[in-house]
């Protein structure tokens, strides 16, 4: 059996990334394809209540506590679900994998790329996504959209301008350094048109 395929989904708080990962899974399976729709932190009991912690805005977290907490998950969903659905050659469509820790702890928090880079390779066993989609909005536009959320912000989202202009810049970065795996997609057009830029963006893996 070929192995599966892991199409990651990156970008900014408000880029739309969920809005994009469930229209690419619906557009996927009505092609015949069979996905599976996966989310970090996340996709598996464990990491879901990693998931609480790290968004508690009750809870006082350091930086680094903050970039294990997300490894730990991370390694969770790893071993728990993403090894066996690549083994039975599932496509799965994952909303944020490394690159969001790369950017957000390596790079927001300050506590450097190839630190984080280091811990995640650990925890991933070095596992890549074969396409990683990277919804480039600004950080204005991102957050303007979260205020649009009828949801309470999360700790990460109540940081300030200085942490997202880090996090944006970074993910430029990582593009740049890894133009095949990483397609950038203009995530301030409409939802259609972002769809039709992502599947075009993985249409070789198809």
């Known amino acids: 059996m070929p192995r599966g395929t892991l199409i990651t989904i990156e970008g900014l708080d408000g880029a739309g990334k969920t809005t994009l990962t469930r229209a690419l899974a619906q557009e996927l399976a009505a092609r015949g394809r069979t996905v599976k729709l996966l989310r970090e932190p996340g996709g598996v ?9 790290v968004k508690d805005t009750s809870l006082e977290v350091s930086p680094h506590a903050e970039a294990l907490l997300y490894a730990a998950a991370r390694a969770q969903l790893v071993q728990e679900r993403l090894l066996a659905l690549m083994e ?5 469509l994952l909303d944020r994998f490394v690159d969001s ?5 390596g790079a927001g928090r300050e506590l450097g790329v190839e630190q984080i880079r280091a811990i995640n390779r ?7 996504p074969d396409r990683t989609l990277l919804l480039r909005i600004s950080p204005t536009a991102g957050r303007a959209r979260l205020q649009t959320r009828a949801l309470d912000p999360d700790r990460l989202e109540l940081e300030g301008e200085e942490f997202f202009a880090r996090i ?8 740049r350094a890894e133009p095949q795996r ?8 409409p939802p259609e048109c972002v769809l039709k830029d992502a599947l075009s963006a993985i249409a070789d893996l198809l």
Not at 88 to 92: P, S
Not at 101 to 105: C, D, G, I, P, V
Not at 122 to 128: I, L, P, V, W, Y
Not at 168 to 175: Q, R, V
């Open 182 to 189: 990483i397609r950038t997609v203009d995530a301030e057009q």
């Open 45 to 53: 009991h464990l990491s879901e209540r990693i998931r609480e912690l």
């Open 122 to 128: 650990f925890a991933t066993g070095g596992m890549q």
């Open 168 to 175: 944006a810049a970074a993910y430029e970065d990582l593009a």
């Open 101 to 105: 820790s790369l950017a957000y702890q």
């Open 88 to 92: 039975g050659g599932t496509l799965v």
